[in-house]
T-cell receptor, first 112, second 111 residues
């Protein structure tokens, strides 16, 4: 139990385009999900807390208009990277809370 | 904000050796957790510690929650090649709440 999936697993896009990443809790409902970003050889940095039915809470320094989060159901949160640029290339990981945080497998975003 | 210092940054050891890594914090946490991350995957929880002074084992892994609530260590005994990966400590103040991650310890095990 407590499986979290992400889709896509990897995506390559052109600079200026928008990319949507999905995070799903497969066998439990999650009121709260978290989005992290991880650059190569670095730790996971929390970007935002996604709450079902309400606005996401963003960490300091994370642009909410650039990283749009929608948590429309108890099993799905989406992160949209708008007008992506090469510096947005990173590994994006979500987690869903079922007493503890269960992490998805990550999405590798490459912006050309 | 709260910061975690994790050391060492990397370790290169021989199969069968024991490993120790630790994390210290500038402020207290109510929960300490240890994760392992393999390349291209999300982190997987290894051990969770909920009380100051708690010592918990999971197979060859042992972790302790420091008395001051500002530190934790993870030991791996008799390492094997599949122990290779990056180990992260994380601090948390509320169950299901935000995690603050350490910088990670990259472990390499030579057969």
């Amino acid at each position: 139990g407590a499986v979290v999936s992400q889709h896509p697993s990897r995506v390559i896009c052109k600079s200026g385009t928008s990319v949507k990443i999905e995070c799903r809790s497969l066998d439990f409902q999650a009121t709260t999900m978290f989005w992290y970003r991880q650059f190569p050889k670095q730790s996971l940095m929390l970007m935002a807390t996604s709450n079902e039915g309400s606005k996401a809470t963003y960490e300091q320094g994370v642009e909410k208009d650039k990283f749009l989060i929608n948590h429309a159901s108890l099993t799905l949160s989406t992160l949209t990277v708008t007008s992506a640029h090469p510096e947005d290339s990173s590994f994006y990981i979500c987690s869903a809370v079922n007493n503890e945080q269960f992490f998805g497998p990550g999405t590798r975003l490459t912006v050309l | 904000g709260q910061q975690l210092n994790q050391s060492p940054q990397s370790m290169f050891i021989q199969e069968g050796e024991d490993v120790s890594m630790n994390c210290t914090s500038s402020s207290i946490f109510n929960t300490w957790l240890w994760y392992k991350q393999e390349p291209g995957e999300g982190p997987v929880l290894l051990i969770a510690l909920y009380k100051a002074g708690e010592l918990t084992s999971n197979g060859r892994l042992t972790a302790q929650f420091g008395i001051t609530r500002k530190d934790s260590f993870l030991n791996i005994s008799a390492s094997i090649p599949s122990d290779v990966g990056i180990y992260f400590c994380a601090g948390q103040n509320n169950q299901g709440g935000k995690l603050i991650f350490g910088q990670g310890t990259e472990l390499s095990v030579k057969p």
